[in-house]
C-alpha cells in the first residue's frame, strides 16, 4: 500500500495533468472555430468535472482517515 505522500503527490499530479488537458482544450475550442458562446457549454461542463475530479482528490487523498485501531474499537462489541 502506498504511503500517504505518494498518494498525495501522485493525486495532485493526476488532477494538474487533467486540469491542464481540459482547460487547454477548451480554450482552443473557445479560440477556434466555435467561438466564445459555442465553447461556452463546453468549457461549463469542464469545470464542473474539474469540481468533481477535485472533490475525489480531496477525499481520496487529503482527508483524514480513521486510524484502523479506532475502527476495530467500534466493530468490537462489549459484553
Known amino acids: 500500500m502506498p504511503t500517504r505522500m505518494t498518494q498525495?503527490?501522485?493525486g495532485f499530479l493526476g488532477f494538474a495533468l487533467l486540469a491542464t488537458f481540459v482547460v487547454g482544450l477548451s480554450i482552443s475550442i473557445s479560440q477556434g472555430?466555435?467561438?466564445f458562446?459555442?465553447?461556452l457549454p463546453f468549457a461549463i461542463i469542464v469545470g464542473f468535472v474539474l469540481i468533481l475530479a477535485f472533490y475525489d482528490f480531496f477525499t481520496g487523498c487529503l482527508k483524514k482517515k480513521p486510524s484502523?485501531?479506532?475502527a476495530s474499537a467500534e466493530h468490537t462489541e462489549q459484553p
Open 33 to 35: 472555430f466555435a467561438g
Open 37 to 39: 458562446y459555442g465553447g
Open 68 to 70: 484502523a485501531d479506532a
Open 8 to 10: 498525495i503527490i501522485a
